[in-house]
């Protein structure tokens, strides 16, 4: 599968954004999704993670009450919204897509590692 990321860009303190990953070449359904992010110096990190079918959804403690992950499986897309965004929000963000038989969201799914496809990264710069 092919991840296309967008939506990033320079936002104030306080602001939103949506970020979209569109996937192609396979069955959009099959795949768990999750996004990750990587400030400047810091390691890669969980960021939020959606179950096939939409019903289950984790998100980091960093970003839960201000970040809403869904996804529309007839457009082949996952959005992650985001609100009351912080300087500390600053990142290049990731999505990411595992194939998956079960319906249920794992916990496992919070690790990069579980993840086989990647999409291309896109900046989210939020200046205080």
């Known amino acids: 599968v092919q991840l296309q990321a967008s939506g990033g860009g320079l936002v104030q303190a306080g602001g939103s954004l949506r970020l979209s990953c569109a996937a192609s070449?396979?069955?959009?359904?099959?795949?768990?999704m999750g996004w990750f992010r990587q400030a400047p110096g810091k390691e890669r990190e969980f960021v939020a993670a959606?179950?096939?079918?939409?019903?289950?959804?984790y998100y980091a403690n960093s970003v839960k009450g201000r970040f809403t992950l869904s996804r529309d499986n007839g457009k082949n897309t996952v959005y992650l919204q985001m609100n009351s965004l912080k300087p500390e929000d600053t990142a290049v963000y990731y999505c990411?897509?595992?194939?998956?038989?079960?319906?249920?969201?794992?916990?496992?799914?919070?690790?990069?590692?579980?993840?086989?496809?990647w999409g291309q990264g896109t900046q989210v710069t939020v200046s205080s």
């Open positions: 990411a897509a595992e194939p998956t038989a079960y319906i249920r969201l794992s916990d496992r799914y919070r690790d990069g590692k579980e993840y086989d496809y």
């Open positions: 070449g396979r069955m959009f359904s099959d795949f768990v």
């Open positions: 959606i179950s096939r079918s939409g019903t289950g959804t």
